[in-house]
């Protein structure tokens, strides 16, 4: 502020004057918007020091300072215990002729273990002359020795080879050499046996030889159908009727009244009756002792009041028992037919005849089953021809006796001659 005023008082003063400023002026307004050395206000000294605004620089002395000296570096305990070894064994080391490691080695060599240089002796090969000279006989008792270690190595050879030929011989008697066709030895007693599939005239011929003698069996025929028709949705239930019968007389009772009565008579049908019948059964006046029950549909309204009575033989009309062909009904019921149906498991079990019948009765029996299987076929399955994807295996046997399977080519023979028998 004292150099603005200054400049204020003497500006006023030559206001009105044609003369320059003085040159301090110039130096007050520079004074402080500028780093320059600073002059004094005296024109005077400023007059007779023209460079003295000039800042001189200082000059600087160099200082050097010691090296520090480096610290060596530390030794690890393998490098020690080499040191203690080496000066144990009397290898000493020059610590001054060793060269220390640089920076840059230490880098990649930190912990590299301290080598200490080893000389060994020369070694030279002996001379002729040097060696000691063997006596003869020391020489004859040499080779004896070896021509008995040579013997001795030579029947152990041979005896380890006739060892090796024992073992391998009897190896090859426990464990014969692979074939392709796997030999089974026929032994009764053996577990696994082969399975044959028999032919139906040769396995009618063992089941009636292994059928007993104290009572006239049944012979049975066991389906294994598709496992596709283990579905609910596909049914397989069928009638047929034997050529030779099953060996058994069946007694039909009919349940009808008027002139469906009459036409039961005329079948051959054992018990015919209406609703006296019906209050017979239900009080117990009489037994049920008949084997197939067939209705009319009117005739259902009183025979419902005996389901507790007849079970399994209550009339229906997916079994065909009811209904009012009564005359074609009781016919096949009397003609010896078989109902068969198929189970949960998806196979079918049926009686054919007794073993007592003739082998080509049986045969006959057979061939019409296995025709009337393939006509009750459902429509519903697909991917299957005649026997393929519809019959898996077809086995018969005796009531108590074993089990023989049967080619599908010889109950295929079967059913072709039981249909052409049907259109003659």
């Known amino acids: 502020m004292a150099a603005f005023k200054r400049l204020l008082s003497q500006t006023g003063r030559r206001c009105f004057s044609n003369q320059p400023p003085p040159a301090h002026l110039f130096s007050l307004l520079r004074r402080p918007f500028s780093t320059e050395p600073q002059p004094s206000p005296n024109p005077e000294s400023s007059a007779a020091e023209p460079n003295s605004n000039i800042r001189t620089p200082i000059p600087i002395q160099p200082i050097s300072y010691p090296t520090k000296p480096r610290a060596p570096p530390p030794q690890q305990p393998n490098q020690q215990n080499q040191q203690t070894q080496s000066s144990e064994n009397g290898d000493f080391v020059n610590p001054e002729t060793t060269r220390s490691w640089t920076r840059d080695e230490m880098r990649y060599i930190k ?22 000279k063997v006596g003869e006989d020391e020489k004859g008792v040499r080779n004896e020795e070896l021509e008995r270690e040579s013997r001795r190595i030579e029947n152990n050879r041979g005896r380890g080879v006739l060892r090796y030929g024992k073992e391998q011989h009897e190896e090859d008697e426990k464990l014969p050499f692979p074939k392709m066709i ?28 292994n059928g007993k003698h104290t009572f006239d069996e049944t012979l049975e025929a066991h389906v294994r159908m598709t496992p596709d028709l283990r579905r609910t949705d596909l049914k397989l239930s069928g009638f047929v009727r034997l050529p030779h019968g099953f060996g058994k007389t069946y007694r039909v009772a009919v349940f009808a009244e ?9 079948a051959g049908a054992d018990i015919v009756g209406g609703p006296e019948l019906v209050e017979n059964i239900k009080s117990g006046q009489m037994k049920v002792d008949f084997d197939k029950c067939i209705s009319t549909p009117s005739m259902m309204e009183h025979v419902k009041k005996l389901s507790r009575n007849l079970k399994q033989l209550m009339p229906d009309a997916k079994k065909g028992t009811m209904t009012n062909d009564i ?31 003739p082998e080509d009765a049986l045969k006959e029996n057979v061939g019409a089953f296995v025709n009337a299987l393939l006509l009750a076929k459902p429509a519903g399955l697909k991917k299957s021809s005649k026997y393929a994807g519809y019959v898996d295996s077809f086995h018969i046997c005796s009531t108590m006796g074993q089990s023989f399977p049967i080619s599908i080519q010889s109950l295929s023979m079967a059913a072709d001659r039981h249909s052409r028998l049907q259109l003659q």
């Open 111 to 132: 912990d590299a273990p301290l080598i200490s240089p080893i000389s060994y002796p020369s070694r030279v090969a002996p001379l002729p002359e040097d060696r000691i």
């Open 182 to 209: 796997k030999v089974e030895k026929s032994d009764e007693n053996s577990k696994k046996k082969v399975k044959v599939i028999y032919d139906l005239t040769e396995a009618i011929r063992l089941v009636k030889a």
């Open 258 to 266: 008027g002139a469906a009565a009459d036409e039961a008579r005329d």
């Open 327 to 357: 005359l074609r009904t009781v016919k096949e019921a009397k003609e010896k037919g078989v109902l068969f149906k198929k189970d949960k498991t998806a196979i079918v079990h049926v009686g054919l005849g007794k073993l007592s019948f």
